[in-house]
């Protein structure tokens, strides 16, 4: 996240400084620079001319960009980014996509790897929904990927983009279809939300297609209705019934 932040030849945020420098004016200032710099090297090849034989120094007028390049780049209480945190930076890079979205709305997709591992659950979902408000405004498409336990951020709008990859792959369908999945083919009768299910998917979804789960948990239930039928998840700590018991142990989906 750093190199993104930093300034490059191709990172988001030297994109972002083009935009601007093309947004206003600084081709007097620029000129300004050139002259002083044209007169430096006058005065460094005279030197040279006199001490060291055919060898002149020169600047293309283009590499005035270099000094934009090369610039270090701090925060706006004096630290360097280096000393940023992984959710400072996050939070910077959201920002800069949202600006270069601003300027040019064209259709992106953006690959946050792993980013489970440097962030705290809270700070994750504050991440997914930062960027999930972004879909909103612009054609732009984030793709998260993770395999710390919890780290998946569960609503009606998300559920159906939640792939997961484990012995078998498995892709949710509408939060409706689980509900009604889970509430016709519980052991016995009970009715699921889908605060309830919302949950049970983030404790759990890690699980799904994986072979020698827990087989004694409460929690368990839906993720065997789910890997059994490969329709869906699990659910909820508390004390298993009977009802569950029996069906972790040896119940079936056909």
């Known amino acids: 996240m750093i190199e993104t932040i930093k300034i490059g030849k191709t990172n988001l945020l030297t994109q972002c400084i083009r935009y601007f420098l093309n947004d206003f004016d600084c081709q007097q200032q620029m000129s300004y620079i050139d002259e002083n710099l044209t007169k430096i090297y006058l005065m460094l090849n005279k030197m040279l001319e006199r001490n060291i034989v055919n060898l ?21 209480d004096s630290r360097h980014i280096e000393e ?14 949202k600006q270069l979205l601003e300027i040019n709305p ?17 700070e994750y979902e504050y ?17 998260f990927t993770t ?28 939060i409706e279809k689980v509900q009604n999945f889970v509430n016709n ?3 016995y009768y009970k009715e699921w939300s889908k605060e309830e299910l919302y949950k049970v998917i983030k404790n759990n979804v890690h699980k799904i297609g994986m072979k020698g789960y827990l087989e004694e948990d409460k929690n368990i239930v839906v993720l065997k209705l789910i890997n059994d039928t490969f329709i869906e998840k699990e659910v909820k700590k508390e004390q298993a019934h ?6 972790l142990l040896h119940g079936n989906m056909l």
Do not use: R
């Open 106 to 122: 064209e259709k992106t997709m953006i690959l946050w790897e792993n980013i489970d591992h440097l962030l705290t659950t809270e």
């Open 185 to 187: 083919h519980y052991p």
């Open 84 to 97: 940023a945190s992984d959710f400072e930076l996050v939070n910077l890079c959201i920002d800069i996509i």
């Open 127 to 143: 991440v997914v929904k930062a960027c999930e408000d972004i879909t909103k405004k612009y054609d732009i498409y984030f793709i």
């Open 147 to 174: 395999s710390l336990q919890q780290y998946v951020y569960v609503t009606e709008s998300t559920i159906e983009g939640i792939h997961v990859y484990n012995a078998e792959n498995f892709i949710f369908p509408e």
């Open 56 to 76: 002149q120094l020169d600047y293309q007028y283009s590499d005035l960009w270099d000094i934009v390049q090369k610039s270090e780049v701090y925060l706006s």
């Open 242 to 247: 009977l009802e569950e018991s029996s069906f």
